[in-house]
């Protein structure tokens, strides 16, 4: 069943909302650079009320109202916002205010299909935090959801990273020749706890530590780098294998403290991810290991690490031929690219997208394959079990 037709079948009657005269009086409008696109922002927690500064930042966006359902979180999101936005605690009210161009969605991991298919109805453009979207049928959901005139982007920021394309580019084009496998980390030393004012509101706010809300260490953190490699490769994972436990937090917490997944990929690639919280050595790392060398990436920083002789005169760094190359044996050339902040590029690709209406790298497809990798490994680990894709998948990602 095609995207189109699950629309249909689904029984999704209430999208007919979307292409109405009203709703859509404002979307495609934005014709001159002068254009301001009006954003709400729904989730006003650490996540979205650091991101309202950036936002504020950007050029044509303008945060014109917020929604949370705790006061405080609301209260911090409107005072960093410039400009007084009018401020909600349901949702559903602000998708009702016409002069909303966009939404910025960051909200627990189990509302990201509810609400983001709530604002396409509503005929808003979207940017939706990762994971895009929890369990098969909330990404199912929510996929079906997106009408052609919309922009939908999940936020993989490192696909809007400009030092993330341009590996990618070089990657592509045989740097590393022959990619085997992928060694992925993002280590950390802490709990992961935020401070809870009041017992009633430990799982709002701690809502990662619980299965019913969150995709635990693989949707909050592993899923950039899942979504990094299934970029690479152009390609989704054939199986899923993992394991975790709650060894060392002993809490009260549901999700994992440590993590362990390796995913096989066609041609033999196999990709593995680690998440701990008990040692932050390394912190945040991509390996890239082919047969002509490895690339490594950080947040913001790459190096290429050649495999075999090596000519440092003649050497081709990124594309730069003859140049001499600064590199000892044992030791990375960094590979230069000039590029802004991942998050904030990303808020400004959104915005370009909306502008020139064209679909973002990062959208509902490339966020949905890896929300279903996510929910293949969170499978996996708790049912302890290989977990292969399933090509029912196929069906309604084409």
Not at 291 to 316: C, H, M, V
Not at 358 to 363: A, E, G, R, T, V
Request: glycine content about 8%; overall charge negative; hydrophobic content about 35%.
């Amino acid at each position: 069943m095609k995207r189109r037709d699950f629309v249909i079948k689904s029984g999704m009657a209430s999208l007919a909302l979307a292409s109405s005269t009203s709703v859509l009086a404002r979307i495609n409008t934005f014709e001159n650079k002068n254009d301001t696109i009006n954003v709400g922002v729904i989730g006003t927690g650490s996540r979205g009320n650091g991101m309202i500064p950036f936002i504020n930042e950007i050029p044509n966006l303008k945060v014109v109202s917020c929604c949370d359902i705790l006061p405080s979180h609301l209260a911090e999101g409107i005072k960093r916002a410039e400009g007084n936005p009018k401020g909600y605690s349901d949702y559903r009210k602000l998708l009702e205010n016409k002069n909303i161009d966009a939404i910025y969605m960051a909200t627990p991991f189990n509302t990201h299909s509810e609400i983001g298919i709530a604002s396409l109805q509503a005929g808003k453009h979207v940017y939706g935090e990762k994971t895009m979207a929890k369990g098969y049928d909330g990404i199912k959901d929510l996929v079906a959801a997106k009408p052609e005139n919309l922009i939908y982007q999940t936020g993989h920021q490192y696909h809007s990273s400009r030092l993330y394309t341009h590996v990618v580019d070089l990657i592509k084009n045989g740097k590393v020749g022959e990619i085997s496998s992928f060694q992925c980390q993002w280590n950390r030393f802490g709990d992961w706890r935020r401070p809870v004012p009041s017992p009633d509101l430990e799982k709002l706010i701690n809502w990662r530590m619980y299965k019913e809300y969150s995709g635990g260490l693989v949707a909050e953190l592993c899923s950039h780098q899942i979504d990094f490699v299934n970029w690479v490769l152009d390609a989704t994972p054939k199986q899923v294998m993992g394991t975790g436990g709650i060894d060392y937090w002993k809490d009260g917490r549901e999700t994992y403290d440590n993590i362990h997944l390796i995913y096989s990929y066609p041609n033999g690639v196999e990709a593995k991810f680690t998440c701990l919280t008990t040692n932050a050595k390394d912190d945040y790392q991509i390996k890239v290991i082919g047969s002509k060398g490895t690339i490594i990436l950080d947040y913001t920083q790459a190096w290429f690490y050649p495999e075999g002789n090596y000519d440092r005169k003649l050497g081709e760094v990124d594309g730069v031929s003859g140049a001499t190359v600064q590199w000892e044996e044992g030791k990375g050339i960094p590979i230069h690219v000039n590029h802004a902040d991942p998050s904030k590029q990303a808020l400004m690709d959104f915005r370009d997208s909306i502008m020139n209406n064209q679909q973002p790298l990062s959208n509902e497809i490339t966020g949905a394959k890896t929300a279903v990798a996510v929910q293949m490994a969170l499978d996996a680990m708790y049912e302890n079990k290989i977990v292969e894709w399933n090509s029912d998948y196929d069906r309604w990602l084409s």
